[in-house]
């Protein structure tokens, strides 16, 4: 059996888009490991194919050279190959120093000397959607209709919904949140009042550093309707939230981490984007319904500053978002 690492993005949404290809690698017969981040980690657990997760001891920025020949020495002669999921020279230098044989990863960063294998690098504008471009580096051709697939462990998803109290299709999940910046963010006042309007109980979820973008829409809902929402951000670990939305009736989200881990868990959902586009990362996902106005012909003036791929809004308008209305999100739940 052949020994792979895969040395995985640094992001939860990208980490569930390498999935196929850790299917595709598992069905020919390799023994799949996975380097990860302590954060992405959990995404990978909820992969069957997936062996062994072995959680780095880094940080972001800086090459840490000494924590990454300190971990290639312990993974030295384990593997025959390495599969390298960013595009960045610091996630190649691991494979190199352990000096597995066969290092297989997208051109750019000066990587010639680390890898032993490599695919041309798109340009932006002609890159192909993230999972495809993700699956092709197992070197076969035929994924473009590739669909990310997670399974929690049902232990894992009973613990979560008895922790936190919760019935399966008994709430919805609003994901409010989106680490990119602003310019991703359907406006909180929305969130708020689609909230308001749902008739089950509502869950919101989000790290530790959206905690006041959630409290800023479960406080009026619930001041409105006592109970109504539930404030989850920054109170649960990934793996619950995991279990939050794998049990829930339907979630609405950006475009972020947690609209890729409901789309892999195969849940009804609403993804709302923005300055980013769907034909490039959409939820692939049969029951996922996308709002982006870049693509609703009937909306006037045409935005044709979509997408811009910016953290804030260019010209300061962010009509791409501020004009999607709640009883329109609320219409395709």
């Known amino acids: 059996m052949k020994r792979s690492l895969i040395i995985a993005p640094q992001w939860i949404g990208d980490a569930v888009m390498t999935e196929p290809l850790l299917r595709r690698l598992h069905a020919r017969g390799e023994r799949l490991a996975v380097g990860a981040l302590p954060w992405v980690a959990p995404v990978y657990r909820a992969m069957p194919q997936v062996a062994e997760v072995i959680e780095f001891p880094f940080a972001h920025g800086g090459l840490q050279w000494r924590e990454r020949w300190r971990l290639a020495q312990q993974v030295k002669g384990r593997f025959d ?5 960013p595009n960045s020279f610091k996630s ?3 494979p190199w120093l352990a000096g597995i044989p066969r290092r297989v990863g997208y051109q750019g960063e000066a990587r010639i000397g680390l890898l032993t294998q490599r695919l041309n690098n798109p340009p932006k504008g002609q890159r192909p959607p993230m999972v495809a471009f993700y699956s092709a580096l197992s070197g076969e051709t035929d994924v473009a209709s ?6 929690l462990a049902r232990p894992e998803l009973e613990a979560a919904l008895t922790a936190l109290n919760l019935t399966r299709l008994g709430y919805h999940v609003l994901a409010p949140g989106a680490e990119y910046g602003e310019a991703k963010r359907w406006p909180a006042h929305h969130f708020a009042a689609l909230a308001a309007q749902l008739d089950w109980p509502v869950v919101l979820l989000g790290s530790g550093k959206e905690a006041a973008l959630c409290a800023s829409i479960a406080d009026p809902v619930n001041a409105q ?8 951000a920054g109170k649960t670990t990934l793996v619950q939230a995991l279990g939050v939305i794998a049990a829930c009736k339907s979630m609405v989200s950006n475009d972020s ?7 892999g868990l195969g849940v009804a959902q609403v993804a709302i984007f923005g300055s980013s586009s769907p034909l490039h990362t959409p939820p692939l996902n049969a ?3 996308v709002l982006w106005l870049k693509l609703d012909a009937a909306y006037q003036p045409a935005l044709d500053c979509a997408p811009c791929f910016e953290r804030i809004c260019p010209l300061g308008h962010t009509r791409c978002l501020n004009d999607i209305l709640p009883s329109r999100v609320k219409a395709l739940l």
């Open 81 to 85: 190959t390495a599969y390298v999921c």
């Open 92 to 94: 190649a230098l691991l």
């Open 146 to 151: 590739d669909r990310p697939q997670l399974q």
């Open 225 to 232: 309707r006592p109970g109504h929402c539930l404030d989850l």
């Open 257 to 263: 981490g947690l609209m890729h881990v409901a789309a």
């Open 287 to 289: 029951l996922a319904r």
